[in-house]
T-cell receptor, first 115, second 115 residues
Framework: NAGVTQTPKFQVLKTGQSMTLQCAQDMNHEYMSWYRQDPGMGLRLIHYSVGAGITDQGEVPNGYNVSRSTTEDFPLRLLSAAPSQTSVYFC??????????????FGPGTRLTVL | DQQVKQNSPSLSVQEGRISILNCDYTNSMFDYFLWYKKYPAEGPTFLISISSIKDKNEDGRFTVFLNKSAKHLSLHIVPSQPGDSAVYFCAASERYGGATNKLIFGTGTLLAVQP
C-alpha cells in the first residue's frame, strides 16, 4: 500500500512550456484534490474530484487543467507555465470512514520552478 | 479574503511545556475543522479533527478546542516534545452542508520545541 504518490519530485520549466504532474493513490478513495503551497499563503485548493469523470474548480484554478478518467489517477496539467506557478504542489485523496471523519492523505509534493 | 487565519507565523516552547496554536475563521458555514502537521520536504499529515457539534476533542497529547461563537479553535499539545517541531496547518470545511472534503487551509504556524 503506497498511499498517495506524486511524480516528479522536482521540475524546472521555462515560461510557456507545458507539463503534467502525476498523482496516483491505491486506497480506492473517491475524493482527490490538488493544492499549491506558497510562502505565507498556506495550502490553496486548485482543483478537486469527487469521483471518476467528475472534476471541479477550487480557489486558484486558473492556468491548470485536470481530468479523472480512473479512480486511482488525478493528473494536473499546466498548459503554458508562468513564473507565478512556481510553487510546491500537493495531491491528496480521502474517503469517509465509518466514523464519519474525512481524513485527507497527502502525497510528498512536487517542487516546481518556472523560469 | 482569508477565510481561515493563523495569526502567529511561529511559536517557540520548551520541551515538556504546553504548546497552544490558534486559528480563527470567518465563514459561519464551516462545520468541520482539522489540524495537519507538516515536516520539511513531506506532505501534510492529519493530526486531529473536530466537528461543530463538539467543543473539545482529545487524542493523546493533542486536544482541539472549538469556540463557535468566537469562530476560534486552538490546538493544545501537552507535554511538547522536540519531535513536535513542524508547521501546523488549521483547515476547515462545510462537510455537512456543502462540498464534502473541500478544505480551506490557514497559512500555518511553525512550532519549535526547544530541548
Amino acid at each position: 500500500n503506497a498511499g498517495v504518490t506524486q511524480t516528479p519530485k522536482f521540475q524546472v520549466l521555462k515560461t510557456g512550456q507545458s507539463m503534467t504532474l502525476q498523482c496516483a493513490q491505491d486506497m480506492n478513495h473517491e475524493y482527490m484534490s490538488w493544492y499549491r503551497q506558497d510562502p505565507g499563503m498556506g495550502l490553496r485548493l486548485i482543483h478537486y474530484s469527487v469521483g471518476a469523470g467528475i472534476t471541479d474548480q477550487g480557489e486558484v484554478p486558473n492556468g491548470y487543467n485536470v481530468s479523472r478518467s480512473t479512480t486511482e489517477d488525478f493528473p494536473l496539467r499546466l498548459l503554458s507555465a508562468a513564473p507565478s506557478q512556481t510553487s510546491v504542489y500537493f495531491c491528496a485523496s480521502s474517503s469517509t470512514d465509518r466514523m464519519g471523519t474525512d481524513t485527507q492523505y497527502f502525497g510528498p509534493g512536487t517542487r516546481l520552478t518556472v523560469l | 479574503d482569508q477565510q481561515v487565519k493563523q495569526n502567529s507565523p511561529s511559536l517557540s516552547v520548551q520541551e515538556g511545556r504546553i504548546s497552544i496554536l490558534n486559528c480563527d475563521y470567518t465563514n459561519s458555514m464551516f462545520d468541520y475543522f482539522l489540524w495537519y502537521k507538516k515536516y520539511p520536504a513531506e506532505g501534510p499529515t492529519f493530526l486531529i479533527s473536530i466537528s461543530s457539534i463538539k467543543d473539545k476533542n482529545e487524542d493523546g497529547r493533542f486536544t482541539v478546542f472549538l469556540n463557535k461563537s468566537a469562530k476560534h479553535l486552538s490546538l493544545h499539545i501537552v507535554p511538547s516534545q522536540p519531535g513536535d517541531s513542524a508547521v501546523y496547518f488549521c483547515a476547515a470545511s462545510e462537510r455537512y452542508g456543502g462540498a464534502t472534503n473541500k478544505l480551506i487551509f490557514g497559512t500555518g504556524t511553525l512550532l519549535a520545541v526547544q530541548p
